[in-house]
Every structure is written in structure tokens, then in C-alpha cells.
């Protein structure tokens, strides 16, 4: 089943060089439908990328409201008629959009039509995407879990966690999210975060510094960013 899904579902990650930020496309490969996941200020390449590939984007996933993974929303929206979703805990956060360097003046605001919860199951096409609420970094981050995967936003990095002395930001329930949701899947789960590169769930629980393995060796938080 893991290696089915990962067939019929190609992920395409378009990197924002000026926050590290990375925008995702999920697309199926039967299809030409793709959803779009945090598009930032690297929008335009993603909208080049769908064009070039006669690919509709039929809604935007957001983990977060954070402008650095927003400010593409309305750009998308215009270009493909669709809607976006967010949890209604970072509603708040899409007020803050002109404070990120980059984002034109005239930026229109950010609207999202729909909401997503923790269990929410996102239907695309045949498969399911499960939402799970990870607050910490902002009161509604959330992952997406696509079969074997998990599209983790700013909650857990390669060897780092999301920031969280920002508003609606909270330690406490960050170490939660991560160690009682993300640390609870499955050893093999590949992690794909709102920034950097990939990694496994494995590999975090042993290397990453929240870990109480790995609290035990350091007390260094430099990995943990953003």
C-alpha cells in the first residue's frame, strides 16, 4: 500500500531561497489536479510550474498562517479559482501579512474559505488526508499526513523544531505536539518540513535535540529555528 501511494502521488517542493521556505505540490499522477500546499513568496515558480505542466491546483493547504507561508494564497487563487483552507486558531495570524520583507504593499488579504480541524480528512479524488492539529509554533499549525508521509510545516525540522516565542506561539505545547502526535507515527514516516530538507521520524527521535536521547548530549539549541 505505502509504495502505491507513493506511485500514484508526486510531490514537487519549490523552495522560497529567501526564507528557506518550501512550497509543496501534491499532485496525482492519473491526473492533472494538484493541491498546493504554504505557496510564499516562491509562488510565481509554482504558478510556471503548474502551467508549464497543464496542472490545475484545486485548493490550497495551509499549515499555518505565518507570512512567509501565505502571501501566495491570492496569487493562486486568481490564477486557478480555488479555495484555501486553514485552522481557525491561525485566522489571527493572516492579519500580520505586510510585516514580512518581500510582500508587495497592495498584497490583497488573505482569505480562506474553509477550515480544517484535527481528524479532518481531506478527500482528493480516492485518497484521504489526514489533518492533525500540532499547535506550538502558532495556535493552529497542523500536519497532513499522505499516506506514509507527513507534511510537518513549521512543527519539526531536519534536526530542529519550529520557533516559539512568537504571538500564539508556546513551548510547552510544541514539546506535546511533537512528542505526543509527530513522535507517536511510524519510525519510517518521511517528514517533509515548511523548511529545509527532508527526514524520517526515526531519525528525529535520535538526532534532534528536543529527543530526550539527545537532550541528554546537549543542551545547544541551534537547530531549533523559525
Not at 523552495?15 to 505557496?39: A, E, G, H
Amino acid at each position: 500500500m505505502t509504495e502505491t501511494l507513493r506511485y500514484l502521488v508526486e510531490l514537487a517542493i519549490v523552495v522560497d531561497p529567501m526564507f528557506d521556505q518550501n512550497c509543496y505540490v501534491l499532485r496525482r499522477r492519473d491526473t492533472s489536479d494538484v493541491l498546493v500546499i504554504d505557496p510564499g513568496l516562491q509562488h510565481p515558480r509554482v504558478l510556471e510550474l503548474l502551467d508549464k505542466n497543464d496542472l490545475r491546483c484545486s485548493r490550497i493547504l495551509l499549515t499555518h498562517g505565518h507570512p512567509d507561508h501565505v502571501n501566495g494564497v491570492p496569487a493562486v487563487k486568481a490564477a486557478h479559482g480555488c479555495e484555501a483552507a486553514i485552522h481557525p486558531d491561525d485566522r489571527e495570524q493572516l492579519l500580520a501579512i505586510h510585516r514580512l520583507p518581500g510582500v508587495p504593499a497592495d498584497l490583497p488579504d488573505i482569505v480562506c474559505e474553509q477550515e480544517l480541524h484535527d481528524g479532518d480528512i481531506v478527500r482528493w479524488h480516492d485518497m484521504g488526508i489526514e489533518v492533525m492539529h500540532t499547535p506550538g509554533h502558532t495556535r493552529g499549525s497542523v500536519c497532513f499526513r499522505v499516506g506514509p508521509d507527513v507534511l510537518a510545516g513549521d512543527t519539526l525540522f531536519h534536526r530542529g523544531v519550529g520557533r516559539a516565542d512568537l504571538p500564539g506561539g508556546s513551548w510547552p505545547a510544541l514539546v506535546l505536539s511533537i512528542e505526543q502526535r509527530l513522535y507517536t507515527l511510524p519510525p519510517d514516516t518521511v517528514v517533509y518540513p515548511g523548511h529545509g530538507a527532508r527526514t524520517t521520524i526515526r531519525d528525529e527521535m535520535e538526532l534532534n535535540p528536543l529527543s530526550r536521547s539527545a537532550q541528554v548530549a546537549t543542551s545547544d539549541r541551534a537547530g531549533w529555528r523559525r
